[in-house]
């Protein structure tokens, strides 16, 4: 008998590795008439998304009177539709500060730096309570919110730790990661973010998802999932 998939997991997967999101919200001008707008995103230690918006923004204001929104993540595929998709329906809460968040969130998107210092912009988080996973045709689920959700972890206090020792010990493992796992030669190699799931690197232009053979939920585990990595990269085809 095969395995029953994880599709927490799975739905979690993909919704890291593709942080482009179209973000609905309930219009207040339009009467309560959905709303939908881009909103890159990342993923926090908990599975919330989480994005950086001004407060003149349509969606913001519509947040402010409704909290209740939807963000797809999707693709930038030729045909969106047979690559999937994932919808996370919840409320957004903005976020009491931009401190403990800032550095991962601008480590995935250098280019907001400038609207980060702005005092208009804030960070709003979603808290999922349904999910809607598209993996394909003929793979369409409803999925547990609670499936979706990260095991518990201690990753988010020792990420930024293990980045820097990542970048400034093991570079040569962060390129050999990316011609093993997907065929890219890079030059220039940083490791960005860590999860339960996996890691991603800016390799040159490029961001690249790896993902973990099962979840991690503390240092000494990454360090496992690492080394694993490694000794895979060095083993004979």
């Excluded at 201690?154 to 011609?179: F, K």
Aim: a neutral charge; glycine letters at 8%.
């Amino acid at each position: 008998m095969s395995e029953k998939p994880d599709l927490g997991l799975e739905a979690r997967r993909f919704m890291r590795a593709h942080p482009n999101g179209v973000l609905s919200t309930l219009s207040k001008r339009l009467g309560g008439a959905p709303f939908g707008s881009i909103a890159p995103f990342i993923l926090d230690h908990v599975g919330r998304p989480v994005i950086l918006i001004s407060t003149l923004a349509e969606h913001t204001k519509n947040l402010a009177a409704d909290a209740r929104c939807s963000i797809i993540a999707h693709p930038c595929a030729q045909d969106v539709q047979a690559a999937g998709r994932v919808t996370l329906s919840g409320t957004a809460e903005r976020l009491p500060d931009k401190t403990a968040l800032g550095p991962r969130y601008l480590r995935y998107l250098p280019e907001a730096e400038g609207y980060f210092g702005m005092h208009d912009f804030h960070f709003y988080a979603i808290t999922v309570q349904a999910v809607r996973y598209i993996g394909g045709f003929g793979k369409i689920h409803w999925v547990d919110p609670v499936a979706f959700a990260p095991p518990g972890n201690s990753l988010a206090e020792a990420e930024e730790g293990i980045i820097a020792h990542m970048n400034a010990d093991h570079a040569h493992n962060l390129r050999a990661y990316c011609l093993h796992v997907h065929g890219v030669q890079a030059q220039a190699v940083e490791m960005i973010g860590i999860d339960t799931d996996g890691f991603d690197v800016r390799a040159d232009a490029r961001v690249l998802r790896f993902d973990f053979a099962q979840p991690v939920c503390d240092p000494g585990a990454v360090r496992n999932a690492l080394i694993a990595m490694a000794r895979d990269c060095r083993a004979p085809v």
